[in-house]
């Protein structure tokens, strides 16, 4: 068995994963497909209800069920399926780097653990990371008391994430009065309130964190109005905000620019996310969100993972076979440090 688990190559798991669709809200196939590889190796899976035909994946080595640390990653990836390609440096495709390149990673790297004897790693593969996060929300409630540390994977191209921007998503929308647009005087526009509380917006000073940089603002889905020749009665848009500093402050610049103009619905928000530190490692801070806040009751939690954030998320999304390699002697490494750290 020692040597079975010696052979796997995140390489070869790549090429079989990609091909698999698993965009969000439509992860059942692809986690049929993970249960049944994992099981092969002979550790012990079970599904953790999310919603109806969707599921996480929560792994264990066979006879232990108990993990000081696991390994947590996604199974869901962005629209649209880009289909499995390569050459002799790259592997491409959709979620060839975010995340399915990383799992790859995670799963040698526990197969190699658990082959070394270490019995309290698993692993935890959720649904719907890219959209709202249900997986990882499911997954808090049922949380082991066991658990540690959780090394959460994105693509951060081998560096330890020791810091990640916070979010706050909104859909602002405002109502007027609909007219005949010839005799604007008789309605009241919705859309220019709109873009007054978006201009607003854009002219207001973001905070910065001395640490995690600047907080940024992308304006998205526009929307109002019916025809060319009618005074619009409706309008929206959403904002999302990349949260450097603190919900509060963000909260209160939305809050002034809307006014009385429009009403604010929050989609999603989680505060800015430290990490832990691990010794001999790069260290970076990054402004995309992951499963982190939402998985307050897995232990301390560490981000790292091969792949660039840069690839993920476009239609050349790739992972360098090189760095994908690398990254599993860098999680077994890790694992060591913490495990040891804790007396495990």
Not at 129 to 134: F, I, K, N
């Amino acid at each position: 068995m020692q040597s079975q688990f010696n052979q796997i190559d995140p390489v070869t798991l790549v090429r079989d994963f990609v091909r698999i669709p698993s965009l969000s809200g439509q992860e059942a196939k692809f986690a049929e497909h993970v249960e049944q590889q994992l099981q092969n190796f002979h550790w012990s899976v079970t599904r953790q209800p999310v919603a109806p035909n969707r599921w996480n994946l929560y792994a264990t080595p066979e006879n232990s069920d108990s993990p000081s640390l696991v390994f947590c990653t996604h199974l869901d990836t962005v629209a649209p399926h880009v289909e499995f390609a390569e050459d002799e440096e790259y592997l491409y495709g959709r979620g060839s780097c975010d995340a399915k390149g990383v799992m790859a990673a995670m799963i040698a790297a526990a197969f190699a653990l658990a082959a070394e004897g270490y019995s309290g790693v698993g692993m935890l593969f959720t649904v719907g990371e890219e959209v709202d996060s249900a997986g990882a929300k499911a997954a808090n409630e049922l949380a082991p008391d066991s658990v540690r540390y959780t090394i959460v994977g994105e693509p951060t191209e081998n560096r330890l994430v020791v810091g990640q921007k916070g979010i706050y998503i909104v859909d602002i929308t405002t109502n007027g009065k609909a007219a005949h647009s010839a005799y604007p005087e008789y309605g009241d526009s919705a859309v220019t309130k709109l873009l007054d509380i978006l201009e607003r917006l854009r002219k207001t000073p973001l905070p910065e964190d001395p640490h995690l940089g600047k907080t940024t603002l992308n304006l998205s889905r526009l929307h109002g109005g019916a025809h060319h020749n009618v005074i619009p009665d409706s309008a929206g848009a959403g904002a999302m905000f990349r949260v450097s500093t603190s919900l509060r402050d963000v909260q209160e610049i939305v809050q002034k620019a809307v006014g009385s103009d429009g009403t604010v619905e929050v989609v999603n928000k989680c505060e800015p996310q430290s990490m832990v530190k691990v010794p001999g490692f790069e260290e970076d801070v990054v402004a995309f969100s992951t499963d982190i806040p939402y998985m307050t009751n897995w232990g301390k939690r560490v981000l790292f993972g091969p792949g660039s954030i840069t690839d993920a998320h476009t239609l050349r999304e790739k992972i360098s076979k090189t760095g994908l390699r690398e990254a599993v002697p860098r999680y077994i490494e890790i694992v060591r440090y913490l495990l040891s750290e804790s007396g495990s």
